[in-house]
């Protein structure tokens, strides 16, 4: 069966400092990845998402960016952090028109 | 994708049917309807999905309606571990990435 995994968990970062979470799915092979973000008592922002290694599409400006170097790898950056990076950050995974099943996503406060 | 519009908040008690609606008036012939639930602290969950048919399974059912404008989330036997955010989502396939826009949903509190 498909696994997602995500971390760290929680990370506590200060201001101007760099970011990296990882994202890596199991299981499956050319899955459609997705990070999004969710600030505090907020809805969930689709930030990037990647049909194939390399391909990298930005849904809003930020910044942040996304890298896929393998297949099922994905990864979110940062050269230097804001406050407002502040929030939840949850990696998905989706083929086709299959639902998309999210990690359990990693909490980022910036100090 | 089409927006959809749900009640902010609901309250069930534990034991009886807990029955989540959804309006999505602008929804086009090939979209979807998707629900998700976010347990506080947690990654989304995904729950059901349908296009045009009743939907069934093991966590819950969709009633959609013959003019796909509303359906309705049924959680047949509501616990308290079902207090969580549910999401209704209209989701369309383009052929590649298919996207999730999500609202702001609907704050379940399952009750004793």
């Known amino acids: 069966s498909q696994t997602i995994h995500q971390w760290p968990a929680t990370l506590v970062q200060p201001v101007g400092s760099p970011l990296s979470l990882e994202c890596t799915v199991e299981?499956?092979?050319?899955?459609?990845l997705y990070w999004y973000r969710q600030a505090a008592g907020r809805g969930l922002q689709l930030l990037f998402y990647s049909v194939g290694i390399g391909q990298i599409s930005s849904e809003v400006p930020q910044n942040l960016s996304a890298s896929r170097p393998q297949d099922r790898q994905f990864i979110l950056s940062s050269k230097k952090l804001l406050l407002s990076d502040s929030g939840f950050y949850l990696c998905a995974w989706g083929q086709g028109n299959s639902p998309l099943h999210f990690g359990n996503g990693t909490r980022l406060t910036v100090t | 994708d089409a927006k959809t519009t749900q009640p902010t908040s609901m309250d069930c008690a534990e034991g009886r049917a807990a029955n989540l609606p959804c309006n999505h008036s602008?929804?086009?012939?090939?979209?979807?309807v998707y629900w998700y639930r976010q347990i506080h602290s947690q990654g989304p969950q995904y729950i059901i999905h349908?296009?045009?048919n009743n939907e069934t399974n093991e966590m819950a059912s969709l009633i959609i309606t013959e003019d796909r404008k509303s359906s309705t989330l049924i959680l047949p036997h509501a616990t308290l571990r079902d207090t969580a955010v549910y999401y209704c989502i209209v989701r369309g396939y383009t052929g590649t990435a298919s996207k999730l826009t999500f609202g702001t949903g609907t704050r379940l509190q399952v009750t004793l």
């Open positions: 602008t929804i086009s012939g090939n979209e979807y």
């Open positions: 349908g296009l045009k």
């Open positions: 299981g499956t092979s050319n899955p459609n």
